[in-house]
């Protein structure tokens, strides 16, 4: 089987271990195992919010020494991979919203990246109906953020064969785009 392991938060503990013992055991299985790793590509995520570029560093530097544990035939790629629509269309793009309900209303083909962003802000917030307004610059990267991962996985699944796709999580803004790619592209994913 043709594995590809979705990991964008090397710094959350036990996700990512989780994520290397998944490999490990697909590895033992004769599978080929591909990860998408994040080098402080995103605008914005559920772990680094405000883009703390230490933050960052840690993430990239634990994901290091995780990878150095799994054998050296692993397949490890960056996420970002856009083309230039992509990069034009993540250029352009301008969040306009004023309430939660046009959040939610928010979609890209299949991918209801606004409720993802929306789940995002509500951990962040602590509220489970947070001031749009107030939040901006951060809705605005989450969906960034969100869009680049949607896209760049998108184009990932139908540049190379796969069987079955591994994400984290399914609810925040990253993760669901994740998930909606691999389902967009009819690919197998576990949550």
């Known amino acids: 089987m043709e594995i590809?392991?979705?990991?964008?938060?090397?710094?959350?503990t036990p996700h990512f271990e989780t994520e290397l013992e998944i490999a490990q055991k697909h590895i033992d299985n004769g599978d080929s195992v591909r990860f998408l790793?994040?080098?402080?590509s995103l605008y914005a995520c559920?772990?680094?919010?405000?883009?703390?570029?230490?933050?960052?560093?840690q993430c990239i530097n634990k994901r290091k020494k995780g990878f150095r544990l799994l054998p050296e035939l692993i397949d490890k790629q960056l996420l970002t991979n856009l083309n230039n629509k992509d990069y034009n269309n993540l250029k352009k793009f301008?969040?306009?919203?004023?309430?939660?309900?046009?959040?939610?209303?928010?979609?890209?083909?299949?991918f209801d990246?606004?409720?993802?962003?929306?789940?995002?802000?509500?951990?962040?917030?602590?509220?489970?109906?947070?001031?749009?307004?107030?939040?901006?610059q951060l809705i605005t990267n989450l969906f960034k953020s969100s869009l680049l991962v949607y896209w760049s996985v998108t184009n990932h699944l139908l540049s190379k064969k796969t069987d079955r796709v591994y994400v984290f999580n399914g609810r925040f803004a990253?993760?669901?785009?994740?998930?909606?790619?691999?389902?967009?592209?009819?690919?197998?994913?576990?949550?």
């Open 113 to 136: 990246i606004g409720y993802g962003v929306l789940s995002s802000l509500v951990s962040y917030t602590r509220d489970s109906e947070p001031l749009i307004v107030k939040h901006k």
């Open 46 to 57: 559920d772990v680094n919010p405000q883009h703390n570029i230490f933050t960052c560093f």
């Open 94 to 110: 301008e969040f306009s919203h004023k309430t939660i309900n046009d959040l939610k209303k928010h979609y890209i083909d299949n």
């Open 37 to 40: 790793h994040c080098n402080s």
């Open 4 to 12: 590809l392991i979705i990991s964008l938060y090397a710094i959350n």
């Open 174 to 191: 990253p993760c669901r785009a994740a998930f909606r790619a691999a389902q967009s592209c009819k690919v197998d994913c576990y949550i």
